[in-house]
């Protein structure tokens, strides 16, 4: 009789969980520039929703090679931009350069850059601003840091893939 229970209980534990949507792993909000448009990198629906702490965590653990592979796999060869006083492209910014008024300017995407993202766009990653909140994590650090690797690895496996990225 105890085994029959025993049997029950696990058939009755691994039906609760084989039917329960498993949670992304890695779970980055992403949404499109100039839009209010939501969307994410996951090529999946999920139920979840954005929130900054774990938007914060999911940079931390993110893996940029498994991130773009994901990415090629789904045909998505966007860059990564960030929101600040307007989108920055890390790792294809074009550094400073002296306006007509002989003013420092900083350029926030080098002329080298202008057909890559002309051709495959971008996405935002959501939760960056230019607007500091002391209560949170420093976002806007991380998620540069995280679109500056992407970025640069985009471009080298767009390079390596050649003509195959014609949409």
Do not use: W
């Not at 990653?125 to 995280?146: M, V």
């Amino acid at each position: 009789m105890k085994k029959a229970q025993l049997i029950i209980s696990m058939l009755f534990l691994l039906s609760f969980f084989s039917c329960r949507e498993p949670a992304p792993k890695n779970y980055i909000f992403f949404y499109k520039p100039y839009t209010g448009e939501d969307e994410t990198n996951l090529y999946q629906k999920t139920q979840l929703k954005f929130d900054y702490k774990t938007q914060y965590n999911n940079l931390k653990r993110a893996d940029v090679n498994s991130e773009i592979n994901n990415a090629i796999n789904h045909h998505d060869y966007r860059f990564i931009s960030i929101s600040g006083n307007s989108y920055l492209y890390p790792g294809l910014e074009g550094g400073y350069a002296k306006n007509k008024k002989g003013e420092k300017e900083f350029i926030f995407l080098a002329k080298k850059y202008e057909p890559y993202i002309t051709r495959y766009k971008t996405k935002v990653i959501e939760g960056t601003s230019d607007a500091a909140n002391a209560n949170l994590p420093p976002l806007q650090s991380l998620a540069y840091d995280y679109a500056q690797a992407y970025n640069k690895l985009l471009l080298l496996k767009i390079a390596e893939l050649g003509t195959k990225t014609e949409r």
